[in-house]
């Protein structure tokens, strides 16, 4: 059964600092993991998402990783805004169509 | 485009009251997927269906709640009897087959 986990449950940063956001799952046999991006009372937007024959995706600012070996994956938020503040969750999809997520990572950056 | 469409936002009910929650996907999309959020806790997949089928029914609770999504008219998520703990936000995703899911606003169901 696919767990994933994401660590830390919040964090505070300056405006402008470079930030890692960790996410770890316990099954190798993972299809793809997306990353997404909740704002208070809305629904999910999708960031980014990563095959599991793929090791990263880029997406402006944004940079995601997958190691399927440790299972794990960073999401990489360069020179972080103001307008980056929100929860940002990781799920994983393994054979069947649904996505396991973990409990986010609550982002605040402080301008 | 039009996203994925819930309805309605919020939604309060008494409890033992039913709950009935809508959901139309995006344009060409024939996938559908529930998932409920409790409060401080992350996503959980609930059921996923294709029109007219249940494909993956194994995170829906074995009472008291049922999907559908028929030939016309959006995806329901029903729930009879509603108690305190059904309290949550659920959100519809549709897909045209795989990824991405593309996910609504949500519904946030209150029962008091």
């Known amino acids: 059964k696919q767990e994933v986990t994401q660590i830390p449950a919040a964090l505070s940063v300056p405006e402008g600092e470079n930030l890692v956001l960790n996410c770890s799952f316990t099954d190798s046999a993972i299809y793809n993991l997306q990353w997404f991006r909740q704002d208070p009372g809305k629904g999910l937007t999708s960031l980014l998402l990563i095959q599991s024959s793929q090791r990263e995706q880029t997406s402006g600012r944004l940079n995601a990783s997958l190691d399927k070996s440790s299972g794990r994956s960073t999401l990489y938020i360069a020179a972080s805004q103001p307008g980056d503040s929100a929860t940002y969750l990781c799920?994983?999809?393994?054979?069947?169509?649904?996505?396991?997520f973990g409990k986010g990572t609550k982002l605040t950056v402080n301008p | 485009n039009a996203g994925v469409m819930q309805n309605p936002r919020h939604l309060v009910r008494r409890r033992g009251q039913e709950a009935r929650l809508r959901c139309s996907p995006m344009k060409g999309h024939s996938h559908v997927y529930w998932y409920r959020q409790l409060p401080e806790e992350g996503l959980k997949f609930m059921v996923y269906?294709?029109?007219?089928?249940?494909?993956?029914e194994s995170g829906m609770p074995k009472e008291r709640f049922s999907a559908e999504f028929p030939k016309e008219g959006p995806s329901i998520l029903r729930i009879q009897q509603v108690v305190r703990g059904d309290s949550a936000a659920y959100f519809c995703?549709?897909?045209?087959?795989?990824?991405?899911?593309?996910f609504g606003d949500g519904t946030r169901l209150s029962i008091l």
């Open positions: 269906l294709q029109k007219e089928n249940i494909i993956d």
């Open positions: 995703a549709s897909s045209p087959g795989g990824e991405p899911q593309h």
């Open positions: 799920a994983g999809r393994g054979g069947s169509e649904k996505l396991v």
